[in-house]
């Protein structure tokens, strides 16, 4: 990624929370995907960076800019700030969690009947799978960790099934929510001319692999992709399956065309639900609706088969 321009820092000069770069070149600012009073973003003037830690995503400046027909309308409360006005500043960055706390809520998951009801019946997820992914439970939210290839704790996502409209449902520790591939595992054992499905949202992705296929996803909102992912699927035979809605099927259109050039085919999946404006359906929702007809690998295996090659 390159370092944010003029010309993109005066684009997101209207939400610009704070005149100051901290010492890492992070200015915070409220999210331009959302409707935010918080300001619970970040760009990194030196990497070209953004990330929203209310559960947006984030990825490059320069893909941010381009998805400005998507951006929330600026509102009274919201500072404008030239290049000139930045400074050195501190902003908020959460501990990351430690093994231990992952251990802790795996364990509580355990000792949750309701928690392990609504990964079934909400999320077709069984237990084994819950074990597998590491998956874990506060009492109140489900924590999802994210690692690396080494094993290393790269993040930990937090879900909250009841959360109100106003705010997001899932979001990543503050400060370290940059977008990674998820579950990285994925990428490993993907050898080419083998199928991998690139799903909207760990919940999916759990689904699907559950049901014996190869998915992956990325900790970020449906416009986020970085180029330098393509490398992982080259040689691969990737199927697209983002919600239906309008962001999802726009993913389904850009991420398309970045991996046309690397992989040996990309094809778009098409789950039998009408497009919506937002909050589409997604895989989950089919393989719930369609369990009475088959198995998730029975009716995902289907819905590969009819999918569509990407022009």
């Given amino acids: 990624m390159d370092p944010v321009t003029d010309e993109q820092l005066a684009m997101l000069a209207p939400y610009l929370a704070g005149s100051r770069a901290d010492q890492r070149g992070e ?10 009073t918080r300001r619970s973003a970040s760009i990194n003037l030196d990497k070209g960076a953004w990330c929203c830690h209310a559960g947006c995503g984030g990825g490059s400046v320069r893909q941010l800019i381009e998805s400005r027909d998507t951006w929330v309308t600026v509102s009274n409360g919201y500072t404008n700030y030239t290049t000139e006005d930045l400074d050195v500043r501190k902003i908020l960055v959460e501990e990351m969690p430690t093994a231990n706390d992952v251990a802790y ?15 079934r019946e909400e999320r077709g997820l069984e237990l084994g799978t819950a074990r597998k992914a590491h998956l874990g439970f506060d ?3 489900f924590k999802i960790p994210i690692y690396g290839p080494g094993l290393e704790i790269w993040n ?6 009841d959360a109100p409209p106003t705010r997001s449902k899932i979001w990543s520790v503050r400060g370290l929510g940059i977008p ?17 499905i690139i799903c909207e949202g760990e919940w999916d ?37 983002h919600d239906r809605d309008r962001a999802g099927q726009k993913a ?22 009408r497009v919506r404006p937002k909050h589409g359906k997604d895989l989950t929702d089919f393989c719930l609706k369609y369990r009475k007809y088959g198995t998730d690998a029975e009716n995902i295996r289907d819905l590969l088969d009819e999918s569509t090659e990407v022009i």
């Fill in 27 to 36: 200015v915070p600012m409220r999210c331009p995907m959302h409707e935010d």
């Fill in 105 to 119: 809520w795996r364990q509580r998951l355990l000792r949750e009947p309701e928690a392990i009801r609504w990964l």
């Fill in 139 to 141: 009492g109140v939210r």
């Fill in 156 to 161: 930990v996502r937090t879900y909250d099934p």
């Fill in 180 to 196: 990674r591939l998820y579950p990285f595992r994925t990428l490993r054992r993907a050898e080419r001319g083998r199928a991998v």
């Fill in 205 to 241: 992705t759990l689904l699907a692999l559950q049901a014996g296929f190869l998915a992956v996803t990325r900790t970020g909102a449906a416009h986020v992709w970085d180029s330098d992912w393509n490398q992982h699927f080259r040689g691969l035979r990737v199927f697209l399956c």
């Fill in 252 to 273: 389904d259109r850009n991420i398309g065309r970045e991996l046309a050039t690397v992989a040996q085919e990309v094809r778009r999946c098409h789950l039998p639900f």
